[in-house]
T-cell receptor, first 107, second 115 residues
Framework: KNEVEQSPQNLTAQEGEFITINCSYS?????LHWLQQHPGGGIVSLFM???GKKKHGRLIATINIQEKHSSLHITASHPRDSAVYIC?????????FGPGTRLSVLP | DGGITQSPKYLFRKEGQNVTLSCEQN?????MYWYRQDPGQGLRLIYY???????QKGDIAEGYSVSREKKESFPLTVTSAQKNPTAFYLC??????????????FGAGTRLSVL
């Protein structure tokens, strides 16, 4: 069993749809990160969470520490949101990464 | 602009050859990391370094070597002992310390293929 799991593995949506990507983890963490990897491979950090909820533009990230679960929501999705979204947890000094969710938003 | 620069973007390795991937950062970060990404898998840690002249093995260090002679640079050598080197390699850096934001900053990656 992987320490960090994500669902779904792949997701196709129509432009404008509300999208949810889930992350579950089995290790103790000090923080959880959501990352976005563009088709070219570059990775950018979207959020760092240790509790509650954060919002940035059309992106919302929540975390439930007791249930060891986090969700990333995208409102009013757009084709430029197409990317791989990666959940990563900080366990001690290092990070453990989920396998990623590949999102395709169709116009 | 501050950031992490990886080079080359694409690299080809012949059988029995060692190749070196470059990673340079001007963010003044103490910690640097090398990850390997394979299709359908999460990033896996190869090596990391928290300070100059010191580095630690990650989960999949066999067949790889690193050096950290300067704070800005953390090159990764893929040796001939690595039998399946074809992958996407990502370098990252982060600040350390009590006030560090725990955020890693990533380079654009190097795609390594075997000829």
């Amino acid at each position: 069993k992987n320490e960090v799991e994500q669902s779904p593995q792949n997701l196709t949506a129509q432009e404008g749809e509300f999208i949810t990507i889930n992350c579950s983890y089995s290790v103790g963490i000090s923080a959880l990160h959501w990352l976005q990897q563009h088709p070219g491979g570059g990775i950018v950090s979207l959020f760092m969470l240790s509790s509650g909820k954060k919002k940035h533009g059309r992106l919302i990230a929540t975390i439930n520490i007791q249930e060891k679960h986090s969700s990333l929501h995208i409102t009013a999705s757009h084709p430029r949101d197409s990317a791989v979204y990666i959940c990563a947890v900080r366990n001690g000094q290092n990070f453990v990464f989920g396998p990623g969710t590949r999102l395709s938003v169709l116009p | 602009d501050g950031g992490i620069t990886q080079s080359p973007k694409y690299l080809f390795r012949k059988e029995g050859q060692n190749v070196t991937l470059s990673c340079e950062q001007n963010l003044n970060h103490d910690a640097m990391y090398w990850y390997r990404q394979d299709p359908g898998q999460g990033l896996r840690l190869i090596y990391y370094s928290q300070i100059v002249n010191d580095f630690q093995k990650g989960d999949i260090a066999e067949g790889y070597s690193v050096s950290r002679e300067k704070k800005e640079s953390f090159p990764l050598t893929v040796t001939s002992a690595q039998k399946n080197p074809t992958a996407f390699y990502l370098c990252a850096s982060s600040p350390v310390g009590v006030l560090a934001k725990n955020i890693q900053y990533f380079g654009a990656g190097t795609r390594l293929s075997v000829l």
